[in-house]
């Protein structure tokens, strides 16, 4: 179960990689995935809504009795 959210992760770092916060402002990982400026496509947003669902449902007792559902 802690690999399953793996897959989200690479993708949502493989978004952030080609958006415009990266390549042109030159901001790090951390501070583009925490906000919700213009520079980040939706597409990375919804990969960040996705991953953080992930994440919690690794820690929710329910989600832990049936597994997380992985990427």
């Known amino acids: 179960m802690s690999k399953s959210c793996k897959g989200l992760a ?4 493989k978004c952030l990689s080609e ?3 990266i390549k ?6 951390k501070e583009c995935v ?3 400026v213009p ?9 960040r809504e ?3 669902n992930c ?9 832990r009795i ?4 992985g990427y």
Not at 24 to 29: A, F, G, H, I, N
């Open 39 to 47: 520079s980040i496509p939706s597409e990375c947003v919804g990969l």
């Open 24 to 29: 042109v402002e030159k901001r790090p990982y």
């Open 19 to 21: 958006s415009d916060c």
């Open 10 to 13: 690479n993708e949502l770092v």
């Open 50 to 52: 996705t991953f953080f």
């Open 55 to 63: 994440k919690r449902g690794q820690v929710d007792m329910r989600a």
């Open 66 to 69: 049936r597994g997380n559902k």
């Open 34 to 36: 925490g906000e919700k």
